[in-house]
Each structure stands twice: as structure tokens, then as C-alpha cells.
């Protein structure tokens, strides 16, 4: 009889509210359990995320193996790189004044190629001959949006806290409830899907990220590769040291519906 090879299910882990909840709802067998989970570094999250990391491999890494993948020497890398004239940039969705004195964004182009890509990658090598993938992705239901059907051949997609009807808030909820710590946003420290709120706290609770998405917004201003642009991190279209971030009012970022709390798809989960 013709062996059935079973899916292997890989949790992308952001390692930000959702997906972090899905790994330990596995770790409680309220979720089907994953074969892996993959966490791919930008070398550019903030240090409460790289910390969070480490608690929770020790919490479910022996039920759940661990990797860690990265696109050459991550997402800071590659823009210092291109800033000096090295490469293309793969870029954050800056903000921009065009040379014509219009504004726009820069194509958010870093995601597929620093974190879907490499994903990827991995998951193929741990693939068998002939097995499919089952892809899980911590989107809560109040992200609805951002559920999108696979695209690939090789490989299915499942969004359990959705299917579970579990908003943001709820996994926060199931999290305290069980007497775990809250989980960090997870999100490049200079990624311009930020509100005036997460700035804030950024600023005030976390002063060397801060300090880091302060260096890298001066670093791009005129520097990468290819764009023309002048470029900023906050859509007021100053330097970020100098934004007003005091209101609690949403940062309006054009183009940007659809992102709900954290960035897309692979991104911050
Ligand atoms: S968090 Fe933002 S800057 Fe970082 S990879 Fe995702 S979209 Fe790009």
C-alpha cells in the first residue's frame, strides 16, 4: 500500500501577541500541535522581542522545535549597505517627498525578501519527498484582512485563531489568564507602520530602540540606493526626533489599511 507522507505544519512565528499565543496554545493542546516553528530576524526588532524569544523557546521549544533564519546579515545590514552605495534597496514602506515636491511611500519590499523568503527556504529544507506544508499564521480575527488563501503550489495555509474566533485582545486575555506574560509588539524598530502611541512607548519605555530608529530615519533620509525620494519613517515627513507623537490619535498612514495592529502576513505576528 502507497504510504500518505503527512503535511508538516510550520508556525511562522513573529513572535509578537498572536503568534506567540498560538505557539502556547499548542504547548496546551488547544491548538493541533506544530512540527516546527520558524522565527525569521531582521536583526532589527526591538530588545523586548529578542528577550520575549528566549522565554518562549524555554517554554515550548522541546514540544516545538525552533529555528532561526536570516536573509544574509538581516534587514539593518542590507539598508547600511545600500545606504553606502552597496545594493538596491529592499525598503520599509518609507514615507517620501518626491524630487517633484509630491508625496508618496517606497514599496514595502523588505518583507518578502526578509522574512517570507526565508521562511521558506527553510520550510522546503525540512520538507520530504513528496510532502506538503501546512503553513500556520497567528492573524486574529479582528485582522480578518490579512488571512489570504496560499499562493503556493506546495503549500496550505491555516489561520487557527481565526477558525477559533479570537481577536488581539483575546490572546492577550488567554495569555494572563494562564498566568503567562504578556507577549511584545514585534516589528523592526524603525518600521513606519507605527501610531503616535507606539512611538511614545517606544520613546519613553524603550530608549535604545528609540535611539536605533532615530539613527536608521537619518541613515535613509537621502542615502538608499536607487530611490530618489527624500525619506522618513513617521508620515508627518519630519525627522522622528522632531514629529509631533503626543496626541493619541492614529499616525494617518496612507496606504497603509489593512495592516491592523501590526504589519503584514509574515511580519510582526
Ligand atoms: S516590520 Fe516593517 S520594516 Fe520590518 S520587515 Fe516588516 S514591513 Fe519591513
Not at 504510504?3 to 493541533?32: C, D, F, N, W, Y
Not at 503567562?180 to 524603525?190: D, E, F, G, I, M
Request: hydrophobic share 35%.
Amino acid at each position: 500500500m502507497q504510504s500518505v507522507v503527512q503535511p508538516l505544519r510550520v508556525l511562522s512565528l513573529g513572535a509578537g501577541v498572536q503568534s506567540s499565543t498560538v505557539a502556547m496554545m499548542m504547548k496546551h493542546g488547544e491548538i493541533e500541535k506544530a512540527d516546527a516553528m520558524i522565527f525569521a530576524d531582521t536583526g532589527a526588532e526591538p530588545a523586548a522581542v529578542y528577550r520575549w524569544l528566549v522565554w518562549l523557546v524555554a517554554e515550548i521549544g522541546s514540544i516545538v522545535p525552533f529555528y532561526k533564519v536570516q536573509y544574509l546579515s538581516g534587514l539593518t545590514k542590507h539598508l547600511e549597505g545600500s545606504c553606502r552605495g552597496e545594493s538596491s534597496a529592499r525598503t520599509p514602506p518609507m514615507f517620501t517627498i518626491n524630487p517633484d515636491g509630491s508625496r508618496g511611500m517606497l514599496n514595502r519590499t523588505c518583507t518578502d525578501r526578509f522574512k517570507i523568503r526565508p521562511i521558506e527556504k527553510k520550510i522546503r529544507s525540512l520538507l520530504v519527498k513528496g510532502q506538503r506544508c501546512v503553513s500556520i499564521r497567528g492573524i486574529s480575527c479582528d485582522e480578518m484582512q490579512r488571512a489570504r488563501p496560499s499562493s503556493s503550489k506546495w503549500m496550505d495555509v491555516e489561520y487557527p485563531l481565526i477558525n477559533l474566533g479570537m481577536t488581539r485582545q483575546d490572546c492577550k486575555s488567554w495569555m494572563l489568564r494562564h498566568g503567562y506574560p504578556l507577549p511584545p509588539r514585534s516589528a523592526c524598530v524603525y518600521c513606519p507602520y507605527r501610531c503616535n502611541v507606539e512611538w511614545q512607548k517606544m520613546r519613553d519605555l524603550a530608549p535604545d530602540d528609540w535611539a536605533e530608529a532615530c539613527r536608521m530615519d537619518e541613515l535613509m533620509r537621502h542615502n538608499l540606493k536607487g530611490i530618489r525620494g527624500v525619506c522618513y519613517v513617521h508620515s508627518q515627513r519630519v525627522p522622528l526626533r522632531e514629529a509631533k507623537i503626543e496626541d493619541d490619535t492614529m499616525n494617518h498612514l496612507p496606504g497603509a489599511e489593512g495592516w491592523g495592529d501590526e504589519c503584514e502576513g509574515m511580519c510582526g505576528v
